[in-house]
């Protein structure tokens, strides 16, 4: 009964350079949730997907970063060009309901450092 | 525009104590609470939750308070364990069309000393 996963745990890369986070959700979930937490803050709504959907990405930077959630394999968080500022903790959360008030089952996070 | 705050960045008790976790908000459309709990190099863990119907929410050692005129729930945690250290997040959910999307507190550090 795994939980949520996400790969690469700590990813490092250069200004300019692409990441890609991965998330799979538990099993039988087809909701996912993107947070961002930034050093010494909590964590801030990035983005809301169901299978091959995006609901909700009202707190995603408009350039740079995309979500998707295909029909088949994780959901993947893409941010092309990283800058220094996009050093922070990525987590993913998932939920058999995207109604309010369900909890959501979070991932262990993936760590990005932008040298 | 921090719309839930958790004032106090840090707690120190000892153990056997009770340990109290403030959190205000200032949406009113909030109408789900959740607290999570998270280790270093871990994601949040969920502890405990509690609709905006409800005044107070009890689990084990667990308790949460709501009071919707004061904007205001707290955590408590009766006897604190060295276990229990953490950062703790208080999170609203506005419901509805919130698709269940979390606000989250900026957190408050746990310390329960042996």
């Known amino acids: 009964n795994a939980g949520v996963m996400q790969n690469p745990r700590h990813l490092v890369r250069r200004r300019g350079q692409e990441a890609r986070l991965r998330c799979s959700p538990m099993k039988g979930h087809s909701h996912v949730y993107w947070y961002r937490q930034l050093p010494e803050e909590g964590l801030k709504f990035m983005v809301y997907?169901?299978?091959?959907?995006?609901?909700?990405e009202s707190g995603m930077p408009k350039e740079r970063f995309s979500a998707e959630f295909p029909k088949e394999g994780p959901s993947i968080l893409r941010i092309q060009q990283v800058v220094r500022g996009d050093s922070a903790a990525y987590f993913c959360?998932?939920?058999?309901?995207?109604?309010?008030?369900?909890?959501?089952?979070f991932g262990p996070g993936t760590r990005l450092t932008v040298l | 525009d921090q719309q839930v705050k958790q004032n106090s960045p840090s707690l120190s008790v000892q153990e056997g104590r009770i340990s109290i976790l403030n959190c205000d908000y200032t949406n009113s459309m909030f109408d789900y609470f959740l607290w999570y709990k998270k280790y270093p190099a871990e994601g949040p863990t969920f502890l405990i939750s509690?609709?905006?119907?409800?005044d107070k929410n009890e689990d084990g050692r667990f308790t949460v308070f709501l009071n919707k005129s004061a904007k205001h729930l707290s955590l408590h945690i009766v006897p604190s364990q060295p276990g229990d250290s953490a950062v703790y997040f208080c999170a609203a959910d506005a419901g509805g069309t919130s698709y269940g999307k979390l606000t989250f507190g900026q957190g408050t550090i746990l310390t329960v000393h042996p």
């Open positions: 509690i609709s905006s119907i409800k």
């Open positions: 959360a998932s939920s058999p309901s995207g109604a309010g008030g369900n909890e959501q089952f």
């Open positions: 997907l169901q299978k091959e959907n995006i609901i909700d």
